[in-house]
């Protein structure tokens, strides 16, 4: 059978937001609240934490330590390179990308990519290109032979940092699948819940605050109801919503027009 690695990036330094995932909630940090809701998937098999061999980054050792997680030192700033080191490490046949700024993330839609890229006869299999669920929500799962040929062949920057632009800016020589949400809508745009800045912390914080006491599994489904009916949570962070980081490479990146992203 073929081992399934879900490697979780996570790093304590970051120019906007420094600490970021070590916030607290509910008595938690973040990475916790993360983690906890990354065990409710069925299909992610093992789960390593990959973060830098930087001294910064001893707090996420500790953490890991703490809570007996699987926890992977590498470079810093080439996460394409992080990631491979991880997989190889573990011996992975399938590596499932879950960056670690994903806080709200929903297991069930983690497991609903999976089961496309299994069924498939795909390299790569993601919700990102085009994206549809909320920002937030990023699962990208992979070949270990399609991760070590992007770490092999990648030589921009961009690729390295950003782990795995070098696959799918190429869909002419990867079999490249998207899952689409079933719902039709795309909120890729208008609804964001990840975490860069000190207000999407505010809007995670109180969605956890709110969702989290009656059901820890809670789902996107609870978390869009709520956002109806509480306005108040919804605008913390909206006028963030659609930023990320496609907006520093528009030069370089084929597959990504501006409808894609917003510039501050």
């Avoid at 600490?19 to 509910?26: A, E, N, Q, S, T």
């Avoid at 297991?107 to 994206?131: E, K, M």
């Avoid at 929500?137 to 390295?160: G, I, Q, Y």
């Avoid at 969702?211 to 789902?219: M, W």
Wanted: net charge negative; proline share 5%.
């Amino acid at each position: 059978m073929n081992k399934v690695l879900t490697v979780v990036q996570a790093r304590c330094g970051s120019m906007r937001f420094p600490g970021k995932i070590l916030m607290p909630v509910l008595g938690e940090s973040l990475l916790f609240r993360m983690m906890e809701r990354l065990s409710f998937s069925e299909l992610k098999g093992e789960i390593v934490i990959a973060t830098t061999d930087q001294p910064q980054d001893d707090l996420i050792q500790k953490l890991c330590d703490r809570n007996n997680w699987n926890c992977f030192r590498g470079n810093e700033t080439d996460l394409l390179d992080r990631h491979y080191q991880a997989a190889k490490n573990y011996g992975a046949d399938i590596v499932l990308k879950i960056p670690s700024d994903c806080p709200l993330i929903d297991y069930r839609i983690i497991d609903q990519v999976i089961t496309v890229y299994l069924n498939g006869n795909f390299d790569y299999v993601s919700n990102l290109h085009p994206a549809s669920f909320p920002d937030g929500n990023d699962v990208e799962v992979m070949s270990f032979e399609t991760l070590e040929r992007a770490w092999l062949c990648a030589d921009k920057d961009f690729e390295k940092e950003h782990t795995t632009p070098y696959v799918w800016e190429r869909p002419d020589q990867f079999r490249i699948g998207n899952y689409v949400w079933e719902r039709g809508k795309d909120l890729s745009m208008s609804h964001r819940f990840t975490i860069d800045y000190p207000e999407d912390y505010e809007f995670i914080k109180a969605v956890f605050e709110v969702l989290y006491p009656a059901n820890p599994s809670f789902s996107l489904t609870d978390i869009l109801h709520l956002l109806d009916l509480r306005p108040d949570i919804f605008q913390l962070n909206h006028h963030f919503a659609g930023v990320n980081w496609y907006r520093n490479h528009m030069n370089e990146l084929k597959t990504i027009d501006y409808s894609q992203t917003k510039v501050l």
